[in-house]
């Protein structure tokens, strides 16, 4: 097998091997990221409508479920249906993970006869408990859980916090079939019965839900489980020596402290899988980034070692060698497309952070998804570079111009050592929004190379301003500058558009692919004092004739609300 061959088989080898890498990384970020936006946005609507069903069923079940009392209720239950439906169809059912979605789905869907219901109810047509159970049929059909939200990506907790909400469903079934006998001088032996099994399986669940709660719920949880009142008067009224009145007291209490105990739970185990999710997202983007730009770089140079190789003599190079040759330039644009779908999925990873700070108000969580973002905005700019240096475009536009100071800024929150960049001193101007991303990578480029050269403890300098008739910006260093050959070498890597042979000048090169998009100039220069300068000259042409108002300017955040992937 020739040389050339084993480039290809190689290179083929490796996008396997990233491909196989990145998957299961990618896949686990996305689910844990779901599940938390599901405990926030989805389990609330869903328990609403439990709750409203649950109320609807005990007033329908009882002497008057025509009054004004059961009627205002289904008012509330036809809200809570509605809020529902609203969050299912918005941004967070596409996000939510999928078994919550299909829960809301199937609720919505056995909600849709609740008109049918309604109207037995009203006509007569049901027993008291008849009505119970078919209001029981559209909140739990089968037996199945209660349909709260909790996935099983929220750690351990998953199971007990399903067998709580299942046992307080069965406690606020009992309640309901009680209103249905209210008005009985006792008990029959079938009321007896159905009671005394709702009441078996409730107390099982309830016991089994305490060895998987969140470690923030024990002691709630504890206080529960002490107060016997609801099992005393739930002993008594079956046996038919208790009233309604003790029942009553004690089921308010219980009722309200398990749904107490279930949303808090809740909400502790999406908090404690807030720090899985920032890793997961993490890891995610650094197999599928790194991996990206290792496949990217063999590629480039497979190609320059290719391009510059010879045959002595004119030999006829073997057939193998030629299929290389075509099979190479094919890779490029798949490549490119790989490196394309990783920066919409890094992008989504970066919303999905933002969600998560937005949410968030523990101080070192809150610093734990800063870095993470910063993180991942340092895979993003390599990952976009590297589509740029295979002859690609980034997929990330703008649709109207930016400010070059947020330029700027958002080219020093690209880069490690983004606490030492001071950025303070840039004229006002507006860039032309398709110059944005490659000009802000240009910028990362040189303000990493003056960090990493310039003593640890020192500050990089970028100013801004207007020299006409386009615009320039500087980025300068204390550090210890360069010699006469290394300014002719850097020059002549960022003007040839062949990659240059080792790795030292690859930073500069890729400002050369950058500038060069754009018509855009950068030259070096020692500092009178010391350290380097590096001058970045923008056209006119790429400058908006509009200038910005100083107060009126967007955020980072705000450039990411007009951008056009």
Do not use: C
Not at 74 to 86: H, I
């Amino acid at each position: 097998m020739s040389t050339r061959t084993k480039v290809v088989t190689g290179l083929a080898l490796l996008v396997a091997l990233w491909v196989a890498a990145a998957a299961p990384a990618l896949t686990e970020a996305v689910r844990v990221m779901s599940a938390r936006i599901t405990a926030d946005h989805l389990g609330r609507p869903i328990g609403a409508l439990v709750l409203a069903l649950e109320t609807e069923r005990r007033l329908s079940a009882g002497d008057s479920p025509a009054g004004p009392e059961p009627a205002a209720q289904r008012a509330r239950t036809d809200q809570a249906r509605r809020e529902l439906r609203t969050v299912r169809d918005s941004w967070i059912g596409w996000l939510a993970a999928s078994d919550a979605t299909r829960q809301a789905d199937d609720l919505l869907n056995r909600t849709g006869r609740l008109a049918a219901v309604r109207a037995a109810v009203d006509g007569g047509q049901l027993t008291h408990s008849r009505a119970v159970d078919s209001y029981t049929a559209l909140i739990d059909p089968a037996g199945m859980r209660t349909p709260t939200v909790h996935p099983d990506q929220l750690a351990g907790s998953a199971g007990g916090l399903s067998a709580l909400s299942r046992s307080r469903e069965l406690l606020a079934e009992q309640d309901a079939h009680l209103a249905a006998v209210a008005g009985r001088a006792k008990l029959t032996d079938a009321d007896r019965v159905r009671l005394s099994t709702l009441a078996g399986a409730r107390r099982s669940l309830f016991a089994a839900a305490g060895g998987d709660l969140p470690a923030s719920s024990a002691a709630r949880y504890r206080s529960l489980a002490a107060d016997t009142r609801l099992t005393t008067a739930e002993d008594q009224l079956i046996a038919g020596t208790g009233g309604a009145p003790a029942w009553s007291a004690a089921y308010n209490q219980v009722n309200t402290g398990l749904w107490e105990l279930q949303t808090s739970g809740t909400r502790a185990a999406a908090d404690a899988a807030t720090g899985h999710a920032v890793v997961t997202v993490v890891r995610a983007g650094v197999v599928g980034g790194v991996g990206m730009i290792a496949v990217i770089a063999v590629l480039v140079m497979a190609r320059r070692w290719g391009n510059r190789a010879t045959i002595p003599g004119g030999e006829r190079r073997p057939a193998a060698d030629r299929a290389a040759d075509g099979v190479l330039p094919r890779l490029e644009p798949l490549l490119r497309d790989l490196d394309r779908r990783n920066q919409s999925l890094l992008h989504r990873q970066l919303r999905l952070l933002d969600t998560l700070a937005r949410r968030e108000s523990d101080d070192e969580t809150l610093g734990d998804l800063f870095r993470a973002d910063h993180l991942a905005n340092r895979i993003r700019r390599n990952l976009e570079k590297s589509i740029t240096l295979t002859g690609g475009t980034p997929g990330r536009r703008w649709r109207r111009p930016v400010p070059v100071g947020e330029v700027v800024r958002g080219a020093a929150s690209e880069i490690s050592e983004y606490g030492r960049v001071a950025t303070s001193h840039v004229e006002p101007v507006l860039l032309d929004g398709e110059a944005v991303t490659d000009l802000m990578h240009l910028l990362a480029e040189l303000i990493e190379n003056a960090t990493t050269f310039a003593p640890a403890d020192s500050r990089v300098r970028v100013t801004g301003s207007r020299q006409e008739p386009g615009y320039r910006i500087t980025v300068t260093d204390v550090g210890p500058g360069m010699d006469t050959d290394d300014l002719v070498t850097a020059a002549e890597v960022m003007a040839d558009p062949g990659p240059p042979a080792g790795g030292t000048w690859w930073g500069l090169y890729a400002v050369g692919r950058f500038a060069a998009r754009h018509g855009i100039a950068v030259a070096l220069r020692n500092g009178a004092d010391g350290g380097l300068t590096a001058e970045v000259t923008v056209p006119a042409a790429l400058l908006s004739p509009a200038q910005p108002a100083a107060d009126d300017e967007p955020t980072l955040g705000d450039l990411e609300a007009v951008m056009n992937p």
